[in-house]
């Protein structure tokens, strides 16, 4: 099968003379970028981040790129924590009911004995996995293996999520989507907390949690602090 390359040419116009009445043009072609999928020149393979708040369709876009692979008989594994049952026991679930087939595994390590052998892994909800995921993501990519992690960059506090920041500095491609704010419309980047739990690991869906926007998100937590000081 052929695959598709790095960079396509493309035709663009660029000014080579130009003065206040008139302006001369050349056509030139110059190389946009296009989504990888093969490394031909080397045995190494790479990382790809999808991060964002919750409901912002990073599951969705995960499973979008390894059925792409499947579909072109690549050999592809995947892999989500064992802690998320929240729609299936072994299936990567989005919120638009999208799945494919994974293996719940307890710990980061048990993905490197079970990804041997593929040419695309897939991890879901990568931030509830132990530092050591960061590691392994980076072991896989030398052995020249596609990985593909889709995972929370904050946490309901607007931190930086577990293992995510250092995934995201590793990898060669980042993807932040974003969802829409239940309160303003505009994009959300922050996944608020409707419940009183301070505990960082808890699962749940628009029963408990809700994207806001930055300023949504801020008077939000501010109303929070402030019912708490009042009991």
């Not at 990567?92 to 994974?102: F, G, L, P």
């Not at 990985?147 to 904050?154: C, F, H, N, T, W």
Request: aromatic share 10%.
């Amino acid at each position: 099968m052929r695959q598709r390359k790095w960079y396509k040419n493309v035709p663009r116009f660029i000014t080579v003379q130009s003065n206040k009445n008139y302006s001369f043009f050349k056509l030139e072609k110059y190389k946009m970028f296009l989504e990888n999928t093969v490394n031909h020149k080397e045995q190494f393979g790479w990382i790809e981040v999808i991060c964002g708040s919750m409901f912002s369709g990073k599951t969705e876009e995960l499973i979008r790129r390894l059925k792409r692979a499947q579909f072109a008989k690549q050999k592809v594994e995947i892999f989500k924590p064992a802690i998320d049952t929240r729609y299936d026991d072994e299936m990567v679930v989005s919120h638009d009911s999208n799945e494919i087939r994974s293996t719940p595994v307890p710990a980061a390590a048990n993905i490197a004995i079970l990804a041997q052998g593929c040419d695309v892994v897939g991890i879901d909800e990568a931030q509830f996995f132990d530092d050591e995921i960061v590691k392994i993501c980076n072991d896989l990519a030398n052995q020249g293996i596609r990985v593909i992690v889709a995972g929370l960059d904050m946490d309901f506090k607007g931190n930086p999520f577990g293992p995510m920041p250092a995934l995201m500095a590793t990898a060669e491609y980042v993807t932040k989507v974003h969802a829409v704010c239940t309160r303003t419309g505009n994009l959300a980047n922050y996944s608020f907390r409707k419940t009183d739990n301070d505990k960082l690991v808890m699962l749940g869906e628009t029963e408990e949690y809700e994207p806001l926007s930055r300023a949504a998100y801020y008077h939000a937590m501010k109303k929070n602090q402030e019912d708490k000081k009042i009991d």
